[in-house]
């Protein structure tokens, strides 16, 4: 099965922030992007709100209950008290947890599961026993040792770090030794129970091969290169694109 496409609604929402006016609309430019095929939709809500507010948090699942049921809310961030509030309130269907300082411009790490691993357990004990899925930020090193630490946190995901793999965007002997890591993550993953997500700086042109390496890919978050091409083809046309670099055939 191909990996199913979430868009992430950040780079939206900043748009957004940048004048205090109602345009561009979040739900609407999220609706367009479910209507289009999209699986679900992505946010990560920032102690600052700089891009996604809280007050989004209940209109984007509005939407989705009301108008696209089958679909997915995805919500990412530092599990701090106030995050897990966050996601008790609004109830995603899964809840992705990132280690990264609040402060930062993007998330650009995974968790140190040898440190980081005993904290994570309740925190994804209490999110399951609420119902939803959770989905650990994970660096691609291939090192499977830290795999099998995320595995004994209890969630039911990783989503591994792409960032390193898309900044190769003009480096393809270099893109290579990272999709190699990546694979060898997500095999490990898989042989753990694990299923496996990935995000960051993923585009339309390095897609297909990370699809092919690892076909077991449940999940993509995007959100930054998706938002650059919507300027260019529309929102509806880029979810396509993105689809088809999925490998749906659409």
């Not at 209507?35 to 989705?64: N, W």
Request: with cysteine.
């Amino acid at each position: 099965m191909p990996a199913k496409l979430s868009v992430n609604l950040n780079a939206v929402a900043m748009l957004r922030n940048r004048r205090d006016l109602p345009w561009p609309d979040v739900r609407h430019l999220g609706r367009v992007a479910l209507k289009a095929g999209a699986y679900g939709l992505t946010v990560h809500p920032r102690p600052d709100q700089r891009h996604i507010r809280f007050s989004d948090l209940p209109v984007l699942r509005a939407l989705i209950d009301d108008e696209f049921p089958a679909a997915e809310f995805n919500i990412e961030g530092y599990p701090s008290e106030d995050f897990l509030r966050l996601c008790e309130e609004t109830q995603p269907e899964q809840v992705t947890l990132v280690p990264d300082d609040p402060a930062q411009a993007t998330s650009d790490h995974g968790f140190d599961f040898r440190t980081q691993g005993e904290m994570l357990k309740p925190i994804v004990a209490r999110l399951k026993e609420k119902g939803m899925r959770v989905s650990l930020f994970a660096d691609g090193d291939g090192d499977e040792a830290a795999v099998r630490l995320a595995k004994a946190t209890g969630a039911d995901r990783i989503e591994l770090y792409t960032g390193p793999y898309g900044g190769c965007f003009d480096r393809p002997e270099e893109a290579s030794v990272f999709l190699d890591l990546l694979g060898r993550t997500a095999d490990a993953a898989k042989a753990e129970g694990l299923g496996v997500n990935a995000g960051h700086d993923l585009t339309v042109a390095n897609l297909p091969a990370l699809a092919a390496r690892i076909p077991h890919l449940a999940e993509v978050s995007i959100g930054h290169g998706l938002t650059a091409d919507a300027l260019e083809y529309g929102m509806a046309e880029t979810v396509r694109r993105f689809r088809r670099a999925c490998g749906e055939k659409i």
